[in-house]
């Protein structure tokens, strides 16, 4: 191939990559206009929804309420939480970046469609033949992650530490930009925990890891398990912290179901 030719094609990738990138762009921003316009009702009815004790996680989990110490204290009678802006332009930036935020988890999805026609051209048919289950597998995890943070985790770890009181003299008054922060941080990490199968999966279809790998290390991830659930609900209970441990180790078990038992190596030594 010449060196005109290889210009060419490279100037060619470049312009694909730019009218994907284009695409992505547009997409992005009229989800993110869209939001901004709807901002107000998404605060009051799904961002700022585990601030009141009517949310549905307190009624559900308000059979389990004691006293704090044995039991959580998941009661949502009597709890609510007013945030206070004390930096002028807070607001305006909140609006602003969550609508982008937002948008970029929604169109997620479209995002990684949109660059995969990009480099699906130069893969082999083998390893073009996995990616659409990869693509919707990986998808509804990171989905179902958020969504067992936002029903589940966030609303323990805000009650908890919204009540939290080292001495009574002293009153828990919450910035809309700390409440914006942990809100994004925890509802993005789970969806990003929520990835571990699928992880798993690839480094199993690359040969790097087999479900003895799960045997050898099980006890060792259920300790390790409990102190991230623990780090995570820092509420100190036993309920609690077994409502966020039980999802971590079902993606644990699941991992394991989705990798090979041996190596294709060893299959093939197995079959001979």
């Avoid at 798993?200 to 409990?226: D, E, Q």
């Amino acid at each position: 191939m010449s060196q005109e030719q290889t210009e060419m094609d490279f100037w060619g990738h470049l312009g694909a990559l730019r009218g994907v990138l284009f695409k992505i762009a547009v997409a992005v921003i009229a989800v993110g206009v869209t939001l901004f316009i709807y901002m107000p009702w998404i605060f009051d009815n799904i961002i700022l929804a585990p601030c009141d004790g009517s949310f549905v996680t307190y009624q559900w989990l308000g059979g389990l309420h004691g006293d704090g110490t044995l039991l959580p204290d998941m009661s949502g009678e009597g709890f609510h939480v007013d945030l206070i802006n004390y930096n002028l332009t807070a607001q305006l930036n909140t609006h602003v970046s969550l609508a982008f935020w937002i948008a970029l988890v929604l169109c997620f999805p479209f995002v990684i469609y949109m660059l995969w026609t990009f480099v699906k051209p130069g893969l082999y048919p083998n390893e073009r033949k996995n990616a659409t289950p990869a693509f919707i597998f990986g998808n509804l995890m990171f989905y179902l992650g958020m969504v067992c943070s936002y029903y589940l985790v966030f609303p323990m770890c805000l009650k908890f530490l919204a009540d939290y009181q080292i001495t009574d003299q002293i009153k828990n008054t919450i910035s809309l930009s700390s409440y914006i922060d942990n809100f994004l941080m925890m509802n993005f990490l789970m969806g990003v925990a929520f990835e571990l199968p699928l992880l798993c999966w690839v480094l199993g279809k690359m040969g790097l890891i087999t479900r003895s790998f799960f045997n050898t290390y099980r006890r060792h991830a259920i300790v390790a398990l409990v102190v991230l659930a623990a780090i995570i609900t820092p509420t100190g209970d036993p309920v609690t912290l077994a409502l966020v441990f039980i999802p971590l180790y079902a993606l644990w078990e699941l991992s394991s179901l989705l990798v090979p038992k041996n190596k294709p190596d060893e299959t093939v030594e197995a079959t001979v």
